[in-house]
């Protein structure tokens, strides 16, 4: 046998061996499966065929749904398997049918009532294998029971059952007040909407709030509904708001207000000045005074105060720089006191600064300050005194005069008769006194004799002597 023999026997044994191998167990496109006896084989034999089909809820689109186990190979499936329509379900008398999404298989449609009926049945409906699932609901008119029963409260009308849309309105006795809607409605789903009302009492207290006052509305008692407006004292600034209402839970709304003390913060400075008092917090009404340095003049308002706003008014004022004039020399001249006279020197000018002492002229009081000093505007300060006449010192000095002139007569008189006993003892021996001394009637002469300036020795004398006779 030559070697090109042993070749082509080879190859025509391998080939023979080849067409013999079997096939294993098939597998489809999507949504398909192996048709009858064919899904419990597990291997085929070369020349088999294998049938297919599409799963439940699917069907054929076209393409052969056989294919050939050829030398261990399966040929192509060409099957196309797609989703069932189910169709229209039909319709909802009353309602309405919606489609979220299509009419295949899987799908779903929604059915809802129109108004004023109530569903009875299932509200989604599926698309299965074999069409629609379930039967489509029914859309009947909607009812309402008997309507509910508030304490304290009466309703009309009265119906059993009510109808779709039909409204109950209820009222509250014996001065309650209805708390919540006054008339309910029957809904589409079989019950009242919205819920009942309930009755009850309701009064607010009446305020007493510090540094707040009534302005208008409801006096006590304050029922629902009342309302207040008030404010605040002058002074005060409110926290809240000023208009009140009594709510049905027997309450002021919104909340309670509160007077607050008005306060500032302290003025702005002023440039080149200052203000005083110097606090951390002013109240309302405080008031600070406003002044520059030295050579600046003020210029505004020289105080303000702290008002209602909460800041100072007027705005502070402005320092600006000033060089006063030269003043001229200042003097004052020496002031007359009538009946007065200067205790020291006696010039025509005085010096600010300078001072002076008066004093009264006899018969005279002082009425005011005695020094006074020379100011600086030319002026005596304090005033210059009065001399007022003194009645009780011109008494007084007549009173001495009078007695010194009685005591006189009186020991003239005393002094005569004594001389003129010794004269007559001694007139019995000589007509003479032993000393040689003169006559009574001599010395009586003598106090009488005049001065040459028509006063009489005894006017001579000095005021005051009395005491010395």
């Given at each position: 046998m030559g070697v090109t023999d042993f070749l082509l026997l080879s190859c025509l044994g391998f080939a023979i061996t080849a067409h013999a191998q079997n096939c294993a167990k098939p597998t489809g496109g999507p949504n398909m499966h192996l048709k009858g006896e064919d899904i419990l084989k597990e291997t085929f034999a070369d020349g088999d065929r294998a049938a297919f089909e599409c799963a439940a809820g699917y069907m054929s689109a076209g393409g052969s749904s056989s294919i050939t186990c050829t030398a261990g190979s399966w040929s192509t499936?060409?099957?196309k398997c797609e989703r069932k329509n189910c169709g229209s379900p039909g319709e909802v008398p009353n309602g309405q049918i919606h489609y979220p999404q299509e009419n295949l298989f899987g799908d779903y449609i929604e059915i809802t009532c129109n108004e004023g009926y109530r569903l009875v049945g299932n509200s989604r409906i599926t698309c299965g294998a074999q069409g629609w699932m379930g039967r489509l609901p029914r859309c009947e008119v909607a009812k309402c029971d008997e309507a509910p029963q508030v304490t304290d409260a009466t309703f009309t009308p009265y119906k059993d059952p009510y109808d779709y849309g039909d409204v109950v309105q209820?009222?509250?006795r014996n001065g309650l007040t209805?708390?919540?809607s006054a008339s309910i409605e029957c809904s589409d789903d079989g019950t009242f909407k919205p819920a009942p009302p309930i009755c009850t009492r309701v009064q607010c207290e009446d305020l007493d709030i510090p540094n707040l006052d009534w302005i208008s509305g409801s006096r006590p008692p304050h029922g629902y509904k009342a309302i207040l407006t008030y404010r605040c004292r002058t002074g005060y600034r409110m926290v809240g708001q000023p208009t009140l209402t009594c709510d049905i839970n027997s309450?002021?709304?919104?909340?309670?207000?509160?007077?607050e003390m008005v306060t500032c913060n302290p003025p702005h400075l002023v440039v080149?000045?200052?203000?005083n008092p110097v606090k951390d917090v002013y109240k309302y009404g405080d008031r600070v005074q406003y002044s520059c340095n030295t050579n600046f003049r003020l210029s505004g308002s020289n105080s303000a105060s702290c008002s209602d706003d909460g800041t100072?008014?007027?705005g502070p004022p402005t320092c600006t720089k000033f060089i006063p004039p030269p003043q001229p020399d200042i003097y004052c001249e020496v002031p007359h006191v009538e009946h007065g006279y200067l205790v020291h020197d006696d010039r025509p000018?005085?010096?600010?600064?300078?001072?002076?002492?008066?004093?009264?002229?006899?018969f005279y009081d002082m009425e005011g300050d005695s020094t006074l000093t020379c100011q600086a505007d030319g002026q005596w300060s304090p005033p210059p005194p009065k001399c007022a006449y003194s009645h009780g010192k011109v008494a007084g000095v007549v009173v001495g005069v009078i007695v010194l002139v009685v005591a006189g007569a009186a020991g003239a008189a005393i002094y005569k008769k004594k001389k003129k006993q010794r004269f007559r003892k001694n007139n019995n021996g000589n007509s003479t006194n032993d000393k040689g001394g003169k006559s009574v009637g001599d010395a009586v002469g003598l106090m009488e004799t005049p001065t040459g300036n028509g006063?009489?020795?005894?006017d001579k004398l000095p005021v005051g002597s009395a005491n010395e006779v």
């Amino acid at each position: 046998m030559g070697v090109t023999d042993f070749l082509l026997l080879s190859c025509l044994g391998f080939a023979i061996t080849a067409h013999a191998q079997n096939c294993a167990k098939p597998t489809g496109g999507p949504n398909m499966h192996l048709k009858g006896e064919d899904i419990l084989k597990e291997t085929f034999a070369d020349g088999d065929r294998a049938a297919f089909e599409c799963a439940a809820g699917y069907m054929s689109a076209g393409g052969s749904s056989s294919i050939t186990c050829t030398a261990g190979s399966w040929s192509t499936v060409t099957l196309k398997c797609e989703r069932k329509n189910c169709g229209s379900p039909g319709e909802v008398p009353n309602g309405q049918i919606h489609y979220p999404q299509e009419n295949l298989f899987g799908d779903y449609i929604e059915i809802t009532c129109n108004e004023g009926y109530r569903l009875v049945g299932n509200s989604r409906i599926t698309c299965g294998a074999q069409g629609w699932m379930g039967r489509l609901p029914r859309c009947e008119v909607a009812k309402c029971d008997e309507a509910p029963q508030v304490t304290d409260a009466t309703f009309t009308p009265y119906k059993d059952p009510y109808d779709y849309g039909d409204v109950v309105q209820y009222s509250c006795r014996n001065g309650l007040t209805l708390n919540g809607s006054a008339s309910i409605e029957c809904s589409d789903d079989g019950t009242f909407k919205p819920a009942p009302p309930i009755c009850t009492r309701v009064q607010c207290e009446d305020l007493d709030i510090p540094n707040l006052d009534w302005i208008s509305g409801s006096r006590p008692p304050h029922g629902y509904k009342a309302i207040l407006t008030y404010r605040c004292r002058t002074g005060y600034r409110m926290v809240g708001q000023p208009t009140l209402t009594c709510d049905i839970n027997s309450k002021w709304s919104p909340g309670l207000p509160r007077c607050e003390m008005v306060t500032c913060n302290p003025p702005h400075l002023v440039v080149n000045g200052t203000f005083n008092p110097v606090k951390d917090v002013y109240k309302y009404g405080d008031r600070v005074q406003y002044s520059c340095n030295t050579n600046f003049r003020l210029s505004g308002s020289n105080s303000a105060s702290c008002s209602d706003d909460g800041t100072f008014k007027p705005g502070p004022p402005t320092c600006t720089k000033f060089i006063p004039p030269p003043q001229p020399d200042i003097y004052c001249e020496v002031p007359h006191v009538e009946h007065g006279y200067l205790v020291h020197d006696d010039r025509p000018l005085y010096r600010p600064n300078d001072k002076v002492t008066f004093k009264c002229r006899s018969f005279y009081d002082m009425e005011g300050d005695s020094t006074l000093t020379c100011q600086a505007d030319g002026q005596w300060s304090p005033p210059p005194p009065k001399c007022a006449y003194s009645h009780g010192k011109v008494a007084g000095v007549v009173v001495g005069v009078i007695v010194l002139v009685v005591a006189g007569a009186a020991g003239a008189a005393i002094y005569k008769k004594k001389k003129k006993q010794r004269f007559r003892k001694n007139n019995n021996g000589n007509s003479t006194n032993d000393k040689g001394g003169k006559s009574v009637g001599d010395a009586v002469g003598l106090m009488e004799t005049p001065t040459g300036n028509g006063q009489t020795t005894e006017d001579k004398l000095p005021v005051g002597s009395a005491n010395e006779v």
